[in-house]
């Protein structure tokens, strides 16, 4: 088992911006994938970005061009920057890792992103 923590959610005026961090157990180059999802309550978890090992990075069509997902190697971290934030980006965002052949997959608490108009 790993821990995944999120980070950096909080209320913000559309239009502003918000990075979220993920901080793992151990080091983030031991998953295969680190990705951001997002939840709203009666919808199904939805995949926002990923990060593969090698660096290579997938966007949702609804968020490419305004958020970008990032390795901080320093700190041991995936970050998630947001930007241009719209109202319909409110949800809890979620952090998750992927391991292994058989694809082990865990997931953070969650963080809660809330974006007024």
């Known amino acids: 088992q790993v821990q995944l923590v999120e980070s950096g959610g909080g209320l913000v005026q559309a239009g502003g911006s918000l990075r979220l961090s993920c901080a793992a157990s151990?080091?983030?180059?031991?998953?295969?994938?680190m990705s951001w999802h997002r939840q709203v309550p009666g919808k199904e978890r939805e995949l926002v970005a990923l990060?593969?090992?090698?660096?290579?990075?997938n966007y949702a069509d609804f968020v490419k061009g305004r958020f970008t997902i990032s390795r901080d190697n320093a700190k041991n971290t995936v970050n998630l920057q947001m930007n241009s934030l719209k109202p319909e980006d409110t949800a809890v965002y979620y952090c998750?890792?992927?391991?292994?052949?058989?694809?082990?997959?865990?997931w953070g608490q969650g963080t809660q992103v809330t974006v007024s108009s």
């Open positions: 998750r890792a992927i391991r292994g052949l058989a694809g082990l997959v865990d």
């Open positions: 151990g080091s983030i180059f031991s998953f295969d994938v």
């Open positions: 990060i593969s090992r090698d660096g290579s990075t």
